[in-house]
């Protein structure tokens, strides 16, 4: 059992890694909008589309396979600049204020015009190119042949998280954050441009779940289908975490991932339910999340 333990952990921490991406964005656009953004999984499988095919090109083309590297962070940019502001200056900003039930509505919409996208743009097939997990090479721990490229996954997923806490904490940003989501109508009046902040808040949160759909390419490739699990799977560690929590949204993450991997170990057979098994027991208990308030009032 104990010559388990470590790569057991430590898949553990990199498929929580994945997961965290996936949740973090969403929490932020929901912690600064209040807006329940069913699309945003989405976003996450067409960071990881386009990540995989411009390593493809890269690959095509004879090009330097280190520029991968750069492919995998240039995707997430892209969609974050394209589709961030186009998204929030339309259908984003049409329903913050609005109910929970016209924003679940409004956005699961664009979930299938997006998906139709992907489909139009990408096709139906697989794509997988692990070129950046190849370069990076094996780490032998513990006796055990481990992924570096999945180690770079923990680092930068700690990474975010302090990055965020740093960017809400100690900059002019994140306290222009703090106040719209204290009083967006007394920001307002002393000359706080909501809009702008609005517009920042949620390409960021685009950024993280495209660049999160990137980085799980080289490890298990893109699929038709995967916003679907990636959005589900989102909202799980969102609710586990406490809606609006940032640290809430990485503690979920490795609970999540501890029980998908534990069952991979022990259990295969209940992969993919063990993560909704972890968020039942969670809200059965705490059912306003780990970190959660009844009154969420937390970036």
């Given at each position: 059992?104990?010559?388990?333990?470590?790569?057991?952990?430590?898949?553990?921490?990199?498929?929580?890694?994945?997961?965290?991406?996936?949740?973090?964005?969403?929490?932020?656009?929901?912690?600064?909008?209040?807006?329940l953004n069913v699309?945003?999984?989405?976003l996450y499988s067409?960071?990881?589309?386009?990540?995989?095919?411009?390593?493809?090109?890269?690959?095509?083309?004879?090009?330097?396979?280190?520029?991968?590297?750069?492919?995998?962070?240039?995707?997430?940019?892209?969609?974050?600049?394209?589709?961030?502001?186009?998204?929030?200056?339309?259908?984003?900003?049409?329903?913050?204020?609005?109910?929970?039930?016209?924003?679940?509505?409004?956005?699961?919409?664009?979930?299938?015009?997006?998906?139709?996208?992907?489909?139009?743009?990408?096709?139906?097939?697989?794509?997988?190119?692990?070129?950046?997990?190849?370069?990076?090479?094996?780490?032998?721990?513990?006796?055990?042949?481990?992924?570096?490229?999945?180690?770079?996954?923990?680092?930068?997923?700690?990474?975010?998280?302090?990055?965020?806490?740093?960017?809400?904490?100690?900059?002019?940003?994140?306290?222009?954050?703090?106040?719209?989501?204290?009083?967006?109508?007394?920001?307002?009046?002393?000359?706080?441009?909501?809009?702008?902040?609005?517009?920042?808040?949620?390409?960021?949160?685009?950024?993280?779940?495209?660049?999160?759909?990137?980085?799980?390419?080289?490890?298990?490739?893109?699929?038709?289908?995967?916003?679907?699990?990636?959005?589900?799977?989102?909202?799980?560690?969102?609710?586990?975490?406490?809606?609006?929590?940032?640290?809430?949204?990485?503690?979920?993450?490795?609970?999540?991932?501890?029980?998908?991997?534990?069952?991979?170990?022990?259990?295969?057979?209940?992969?993919?339910?063990?993560?909704?098994?972890?968020?039942?027991?969670?809200?059965?208990?705490?059912?306003?999340?780990?970190?959660?308030?009844?009154?969420?009032?937390?970036?």
């Amino acid at each position: 059992m104990s010559s388990a333990f470590i790569p057991l952990l430590l898949d553990s921490l990199a498929s929580a890694a994945l997961i965290f991406f996936a949740a973090v964005g969403l929490t932020l656009v929901f912690s600064v909008l209040k807006v329940l953004n069913v699309a945003h999984g989405s976003l996450y499988s067409i960071g990881g589309y386009l990540a995989a095919s411009l390593s493809l090109f890269v690959a095509s083309r004879g090009l330097n396979p280190y520029f991968s590297f750069v492919a995998l962070l240039l995707s997430a940019a892209l969609v974050a600049a394209v589709l961030g502001p186009l998204l929030e200056a339309t259908l984003i900003r049409w329903v913050c204020g609005k109910s929970e039930a016209v924003q679940i509505l409004a956005t699961f919409g664009l979930f299938l015009i997006l998906e139709d996208l992907q489909r139009i743009i990408f096709g139906v097939q697989s794509y997988y190119e692990d070129t950046p997990m190849r370069l990076m090479g094996t780490t032998t721990l513990g006796g055990v042949v481990y992924l570096n490229y999945q180690l770079v996954l923990i680092g930068v997923a700690l990474a975010v998280i302090f990055g965020l806490r740093f960017l809400i904490r100690h900059t002019r940003l994140g306290r222009l954050m703090a106040a719209v989501v204290a009083d967006r109508e007394m920001a307002q009046s002393i000359g706080i441009n909501t809009d702008r902040i609005f517009l920042l808040a949620f390409s960021l949160g685009v950024f993280l779940a495209a660049l999160g759909g990137a980085l799980s390419t080289p490890t298990s490739g893109i699929a038709p289908g995967l916003g679907a699990d990636t959005m589900v799977l989102a909202f799980a560690v969102a609710a586990i975490g406490g809606l609006g929590q940032i640290e809430g949204a990485a503690l979920a993450s490795l609970i999540v991932g501890v029980a998908r991997v534990t069952a991979v170990y022990v259990a295969p057979e209940f992969d993919a339910v063990a993560p909704y098994a972890a968020m039942l027991v969670v809200l059965l208990v705490r059912p306003y999340g780990l970190l959660g308030t009844m009154k969420i009032r937390k970036v």
